[in-house]
Every structure is written in structure tokens, then in C-alpha cells.
């Protein structure tokens, strides 16, 4: 039981569980941004342009109920077409998001990449280096 575990700690505290975690906690925070960014930004002219006070609210009625008297013999036959459009709209925005993230990260790693390594000597440099080397050495023998 005991190496279980410590193979378990070891698991839990690697670097890419935790990595992982922070990422799934910033991703929660990130969507209610990106949720409030489509529902109070985005789709308010989206529902005036379907002259809808709400864009989840479009439907089809494909059959009206029928009624007689109190009693419902069939039901009403519905096709909610805005919620579907509105998730839609939500996966598109949040992967536009995502994708212009990752275009962001991977441009700085390719800037990280590109800088240029150290320049090397010249070959002065390097000959005063040998004849420094060398002095010292005749001067502790």
C-alpha cells in the first residue's frame, strides 16, 4: 500500500499534472469570458437582425398542439433551432479564440527560437586567449 502511494505523490506532483490542472482551471475562467463575450456582445445584434428579442428563442412549430377543451390529445411538435444556433455560434467563437492563442504562442516560440546564438570570437579573440593562456602558464612554472 505504501508504494502505491508514493507512486500516486509522485504521479499527482509530476510537472505535467499540475501543468495540466492550472490549464483546466485558466480554461474554466477563460470560457465564462468567452460566454460572456457571444451572449452580451455577439448575439444581441444577431437577434435584432432576426428581429428576436432572443436568438435561443427561434423556433419551428412543425405541428400545433390540439386541444379539446382542457384536455391535450396531441402535443405541440417543436424544432428549437436557436439553441442549436447558439451553440454554434459558442464553438465557433471559442475555437477562433483558441486557435488565434496557439497562432500567438507558437509565434513566440518561434522568436524564442530565432535568436540568435552568441556570436563567436573573432579570431583575434581567440589568439589573445591562447597567448594569455600561455603566459600564464610560463609564469607559474
Same mark, same amino acid.
Given at each position: 500500500?505504501?508504494?502505491?502511494?508514493?507512486?500516486?505523490?509522485?504521479?499527482?506532483?509530476?510537472?505535467? #499534472?499540475?501543468?495540466?490542472?492550472?490549464?483546466?482551471? *485558466?480554461?474554466?475562467?477563460?470560457?465564462?469570458?468567452?460566454?460572456?463575450?457571444?451572449?452580451?456582445? *455577439?448575439?444581441?445584434?444577431?437577434?435584432?437582425?432576426?428581429?428576436?428579442?432572443?436568438?435561443?428563442?427561434?423556433?419551428? #412549430?412543425?405541428?400545433?398542439? #390540439?386541444?379539446?377543451?382542457?384536455? #391535450?390529445?396531441?402535443?405541440?411538435?417543436?424544432?428549437?433551432?436557436?439553441?442549436?444556433?447558439?451553440?454554434?455560434?459558442?464553438?465557433?467563437?471559442?475555437?477562433?479564440?483558441?486557435?488565434?492563442? *496557439?497562432?500567438?504562442?507558437?509565434?513566440?516560440?518561434?522568436?524564442?527560437?530565432?535568436?540568435?546564438?552568441?556570436?563567436?570570437?573573432?579570431?583575434?579573440? $581567440?589568439?589573445?586567449?591562447?597567448? $594569455?593562456?600561455?603566459?600564464? $602558464?610560463?609564469?607559474?612554472?
Amino acid at each position: 500500500m505504501g508504494k502505491f502511494i508514493r507512486e500516486f505523490k509522485e504521479f499527482a506532483v509530476r510537472g505535467n #499534472v499540475m501543468d495540466m490542472a492550472i490549464g483546466l482551471i *485558466i480554461g474554466a475562467a477563460f470560457g465564462k469570458i468567452v460566454s460572456s463575450l457571444v451572449a452580451d456582445i *455577439i448575439m444581441p445584434p444577431i437577434a435584432l437582425l432576426t428581429e428576436s428579442g432572443n436568438v435561443e428563442g427561434i423556433r419551428w #412549430v412543425l405541428r400545433e398542439a #390540439v386541444i379539446q377543451g382542457e384536455e #391535450v390529445i396531441k402535443p405541440e411538435v417543436v424544432m428549437n433551432v436557436g439553441g442549436f444556433l447558439q451553440t454554434v455560434i459558442d464553438f465557433i467563437i471559442i475555437a477562433f479564440v483558441i486557435f488565434l492563442m *496557439i497562432k500567438g504562442i507558437m509565434k513566440l516560440k518561434r522568436q524564442k527560437a530565432e535568436e540568435p546564438a552568441p556570436a563567436e570570437p573573432s579570431e583575434e579573440v $581567440k589568439l589573445l586567449s591562447d597567448i $594569455k593562456e600561455l603566459l600564464k $602558464k610560463q609564469a607559474n612554472s
